[in-house]
């Protein structure tokens, strides 16, 4: 077995961070530049973005991600949903409200009631989830994952299926991995939740994912498995250095480009939310000016990784994001164990939502923003992970078939789940972006698919 070994130089960061802030600004305006022509930024060049307060610098970091998200991603946003299936959990994250010393009764989905999460989920019109669970070997063995994963894949409720299951776990085996593969893990997604390693160790009071190191290169492992979709995330405001997160995040990527020729398919951007029973006062919040730059900086340096965002964010802050550079969000979550079919039901929660509508409400609001809401999950079906993907998105041609999808995908959910009003709404909102299609095939392909869809057809994509 492959034994892998931390590639954060903490020294590094510290220094790279520090010799950044007398960046010029020539250097600055060169960088920029390279961002605006979609060649993405070495982690040197993200240094000397982070480090600069300057008005005029900030300003043009917003245009050129609110740019990047146009010419890239367009006007789609692909929705998800969170599935919890289990809380149980060994760990002592100080900052989850799952962590083992919080007191209540806790859950794992029987197979019957994952099928009834399910149901409400295909009615809801969701054709990806992000399935969460909590470590714990004994009571959330791989073996219960898989099973999970199976009785997902194979809930069929109407014209509702889900398409692909992104899996949300703790670090493990390449072994176990192996076996997510094989059963069809659309992306393994982890949270390294901070890169700077004292802060790790003492936000992680005690469990297994106390090891820095086993949880930093859980991706190694699962790339050594043949998951070729993986994605990242910090929780900001675990630590007191938000720059020093960002940095973490690019010499991740950089080294998962390096070592296995593909970085990550996704970047979630958590930040600090109030989980019952934690005491937040030792974290550093993150304003939303702050926040915003975040983002920014992130999509200038890694155009072509999806940036997601949860529930955690409010309807105002989501719109913002939308715009530079966010190109998934869940709607209608439940981040409760059981929580669809059981919402009242008083468990613990891993954290706070702060946007609380209905998927259909938000599904709608992105309509009204002028934006395509997509269920697409074209690319895990047709073989499109990994490098592959990654070919089709730096060539630009990713754009050719993401839109198509989009606007057949949410016809598709138009007509299942929509009222007449919706369905009005939803075809404005085609006729609209139908002519943002440039290839005259394509566009001909997909009016014609618009109406088979009308007949009944389903499932049809690019
Ligand atoms: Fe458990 Fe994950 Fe919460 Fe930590 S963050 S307590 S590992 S569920
Ligand atoms: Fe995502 Fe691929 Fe669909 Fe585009 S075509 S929305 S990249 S799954």
Not at 48 to 59: M, N, P, S, V, Y
Not at 64 to 92: E, T, W
Not at 141 to 163: A, P, V, W
Not at 323 to 334: A, N
Request: charged letters at 30%; hydrophobic letters at 35%.
């Amino acid at each position: 077995m492959k034994e892998y070994g931390n590639f954060i130089d903490h020294q590094y960061v510290l220094d790279l961070l520090e010799h950044s802030k007398e960046t010029s600004d020539e250097k600055i305006s060169a960088i920029l530049d390279k961002a605006e022509r979609f060649d993405g930024l070495t982690p040197e060049e993200v240094a000397a973005l982070l480090t600069t307060d300057k008005k005029e610098h900030i300003q043009r970091i917003f245009k050129i991600a609110d740019k990047i998200k146009q010419h890239i991603y367009g006007d789609r946003i692909v929705m998800f949903a969170p599935l919890y299936v289990s809380d149980y959990c060994v760990n002592h994250c100080s900052y989850c409200g799952f962590n083992c010393k919080n007191k209540f009764q806790r859950t794992r989905l029987t197979m019957d009631e994952i099928r009834e999460e399910v149901k409400i989920l295909e009615a809801m019109g969701h054709k990806r989830l992000a399935l969460e669970a909590g470590e714990d070997p004994v009571n959330c063995s791989i073996d219960y994952i898989l099973e999970c994963m199976k009785t997902i894949y194979d809930m069929k409720s109407g014209n509702g299926e889900i398409r692909r299951v992104n899996v949300n776990i703790a670090s493990t085996t390449v072994e176990n991995y192996k076996k997510l593969k094989e059963i069809g893990i659309g992306t393994y997604i982890l949270f390294q939740e901070t890169y700077h390693k004292e802060t790790y160790e003492r936000v992680h009071i005690a469990g297994p994912k106390k090891n820095y190191e086993y949880h930093l290169t859980a991706f190694d492992r699962a790339m050594e498995a043949g998951i070729d979709d993986v994605g990242g995330g910090v929780l900001f405001g675990l630590s007191d250095d938000w720059r020093y997160e960002i940095l973490g995040l690019m010499l991740h990527n950089k080294h998962l480009e390096d070592t296995f020729g593909v970085g990550f398919h996704t970047i979630s951007v958590p930040r600090m939310c109030p989980a019952e029973g934690n005491d937040l006062s030792g974290f550093h919040p993150i304003d939303d000016a702050t926040f915003l730059r975040i983002v920014s900086i992130i999509r200038l340096a890694v155009p072509f990784t999806g940036i997601i965002i949860s529930t955690r964010e409010n309807s105002e802050m989501r719109k913002e994001l939308i715009r530079l550079g966010v190109s998934q969000m869940s709607g209608g979550s439940s981040v409760d164990v059981g929580g669809y079919s059981k919402r009242e039901r008083n468990t613990g929660s891993q954290f706070v939502t702060s946007d609380d509508r209905s998927a259909q409400d938000i599904i709608r609001w992105i309509m009204e923003e002028g934006m395509v809401p997509s269920f697409c999950t074209a690319c895990y079906r047709k073989g499109r992970t990994g490098d592959r993907f990654m070919e089709l998105a730096k060539s630009g041609n990713i754009k050719n078939v993401c839109l198509p999808n989009g606007l057949m995908t949410l016809k598709e959910y138009a007509l299942d789940y929509g009222d007449e009003q919706f369905q009005n709404l939803a075809n404005q909102v085609i006729e609209k972006h139908l002519p943002n299609i440039q290839n005259d095939k394509v566009r001909a392909l997909v009016t014609e698919n618009l109406k088979k869809l009308e007949q009944g057809q389903r499932d049809l994509f690019l």
